[in-house]
């Protein structure tokens, strides 16, 4: 059988997120943010859990950046805490938190590894939410000076950065559905959260041209393109509904396509964002890559299923004969590739592209002995979706890199520790790492000794 492998250069990494895996909440000079705030809050988090320690990489980002080495990875997504560089969210900037992360950037460059920094995932500082947080215009401004701060401190010496990491989620899931911080129960509210994120990057974008930096900047969105249930003209019409709202609603903007308010007048209960055509202009500051947080793809139909409420935006997400992960989603590895191409045609192939997240998380034991954690579905996960990504490179797809979910165990948002996406399994009483048979895999696609 032929051996099938990636293009000489294509960048694999792992990625995480500062809240999920730093703890030190408390430590050097860093103030909360809406996620310390949301999880000490009953009832928000499974089992009470809090990233106050999570994975303790504040202290051990040596030790795991030793496992990225020991695996062939050659890039870390990263994100910076906003409440460790700037604890008020403006003002006085926090020099022990820009050493932290000089120090980890170089220790990344010690080991080889390229430095993919995050500047937003999530992690807002409650200061500025207190005041509204993306629910108010000014918090566009502050993110913008934070991320001048940012190119500032660390400069040439990031490779590669990103503004957002999925602003649906920061905004429907942070102001529209509750789920996430800051927990607020506002659809309309979540639309213009949605607006106010855009906007900030946008700002964000026009600083970073100011400065004599060459790395490529981006913006990475959780897109949906699902697929209709059945072959009609119903079902076809709600896969358009949920396109627009999850993933028109983020991509257009960036596209000089404005915002896709088509269906907002048959919501009575959704209020269109204010929009300023300056705005439009600063969002559609040209990026140069696009990331792609993948992990399934849904069936969408006109109709509810069986008990369940009619929906006021007319799409359902409905039941399909693929097996689940622990997270209840869909294993869909050719919608991976139907996403890929549909972006490429979309953006008419001018933006490289880069998968900045793909995972699944597995219900993962230990060995007996406490020496391994054998993880075959998440194996077969890992290697089914690589194969949908390279038969995209292979059908003209300009997918650059590929970034596993994620390096290790962490606090994974609302399901606090109950749900395991790493490649290294966390004991999180010992804090000891011990790779997964998934990292060894992993290990062995870089080489290009495994097949896809």
Not at 197 to 225: F, K, V, W
Not at 259 to 274: C, E, G, N, T, V
């Amino acid at each position: 059988m032929k051996q099938r492998t990636f293009p000489q250069g294509f960048l694999f990494g792992t990625a995480t997120a500062s809240y999920q895996v730093e703890g030190a909440v408390g430590e050097g000079g860093r103030k909360a943010s809406i996620w310390d705030t949301f999880s000490h809050t009953p009832g928000t988090v499974t089992n009470g859990d809090t990233g106050d320690i999570a994975v303790d990489q504040y202290h051990r980002y040596k030790d795991d950046i030793a496992l990225m080495k020991a695996a062939g990875f050659k890039a870390y997504r990263f994100s910076i805490a906003w409440p460790r560089i700037l604890p008020e969210g403006r003002g006085n900037v926090n020099a022990e938190g820009i050493a932290y992360y000089r120090n980890l950037i170089d220790e990344l460059h010690a080991a080889g590894i390229e430095a993919v920094a995050t500047l937003y995932h999530w992690d807002l500082p409650q200061d500025l939410e207190d005041t509204g947080g993306w629910l108010n215009r000014d918090t566009a401004l502050r993110f913008a000076e934070y991320a001048e701060v940012c190119y500032s401190a660390f400069g040439s010496s990031i490779d590669m950065w990103i503004t957002l990491n999925e602003p649906w989620c920061a905004a429907v899931l942070g102001y529209g559905t509750g789920l996430h911080a800051p927990g607020k129960h506002d659809l309309s509210l979540a639309w213009q959260a949605g607006y106010n994120l855009l906007y900030a990057h946008g700002l964000a974008l026009q600083r970073y041209r100011t400065h004599s930096l060459n790395a490529p900047i981006g913006i990475t969105l959780n897109i949906e393109t699902p697929r209709p249930a059945v072959s009609r003209a119903e079902d076809r019409e709600a896969v358009d509904k949920a396109m627009d709202m999850k993933t028109r609603f983020f991509l257009d903007p960036l596209l000089s396509k404005g915002f896709p308010l088509r269906h907002f007048a048959s919501y009575p209960h959704l209020s269109p964002p204010q929009i300023n055509r300056e705005d439009l202009q600063l969002m559609a500051e040209k990026i140069d890559f696009l990331g792609l947080n993948y992990y399934y793809e849904h069936a969408i139909s006109s109709v509810p299923q069986k008990g369940e409420k009619p929906h006021p935006e007319g799409f359902y997400e409905v039941a399909s004969h693929h097996a689940t992960t622990e997270m209840g989603w869909p294993v869909v590895p050719q919608g991976l590739y139907r996403q890929l191409k549909w972006v490429t045609e979309y953006t008419e192939g001018s933006l490289p592209l880069y998968i900045t997240e793909n995972g699944c998380a597995v219900a993962d034991e230990l060995s007996t002995d406490g020496s391994r954690c054998h993880d075959p579905e998440r194996i077969a996960y890992l290697r089914s979706h690589l194969a949908s990504a390279l038969d995209a490179i292979e059908d003209g797809v300009p997918l650059k890199g590929y970034f596993a979910w994620s390096l290790i165990d962490n606090f994974e948002w609302a399901f606090g520790y109950s749900r395991r996406f790493g490649l290294i399994y966390a004991d999180y009483a010992s804090q000891e790492r011990i790779p997964k048979d998934s990292y060894y895999y992993m290990r062995e696609v870089i080489a290009g000794s495994e097949s896809v």
